[in-house]
């Protein structure tokens, strides 16, 4: 059972009611206003704003599409990496697609398509690092999502979409999935044929590396602004 992705589309939806609370009761998104990725307030030290904007969103529609892709995707990419591992690649894509977008764009930005795009490019990843297992699907399934992604990057041209986030998170997420990817092959046992599989033997060491590299991007990009 997909708990990690469960939790996540639940916890996205109760952030979201609490935001429509307090526009209700208090005439303004509190919780837009304390947590949305505004560039001046994290360089002024408020850092908790790359990762906050993963929860939150700028409407209905928005979290729908978002939580719509997390659970097609979620499901089937939380079992091939495990659920750990899955909420590292998810927390981890989320918070680099905001680190880009603090990087190259001024722009106030909130939603979990930064971490969409991690997911996206776990799933193109597992399937080209096992694509001797997949066989003739391999090349369709990759094509498939290349296309995706491609419309996907032409929406995001139009106002008020933050390419630049869904950028950080792809890149990121094909490079945590690229050293972390559970790796299968076909091995001949005294059964028959079978499916074998092999986990990535440090994948923590990769989180910690990716989670360092995050901290020094941040520094470096408060200190040049």
Known sequence: MPIITFLLIAFSTLIYLLQLGSQYLLGYDVLLFLGGKINDLIAQGEYWRLITPIFLHGSLLHLGLNMYALYVLGPAIERKYGRWLFLALYMMAGCYGFIASYWFTSSASVGASTAIFGLIAAQAVFIYRNRRVYG???????????????????????????????????????????????????????????LIGEVSKRPWLVVSLMGCLAVLLVVFRTLVM
Do not use: C, E, K, M
């Open 136 to 194: 003739a699907r391999a090349r369709p399934l990759l094509t498939n999502i290349a296309v995706i992604l491609l419309i996907n990057i032409i929406l995001g041209l139009s106002p008020g979409i933050d390419n630049w986030g869904h950028f950080g998170g792809l890149a990121s997420g094909l490079v945590f999935a690229w050293f972390t990817v559970p790796r299968y092959q076909f091995a001949d046992t005294v059964f028959g044929t079978s």
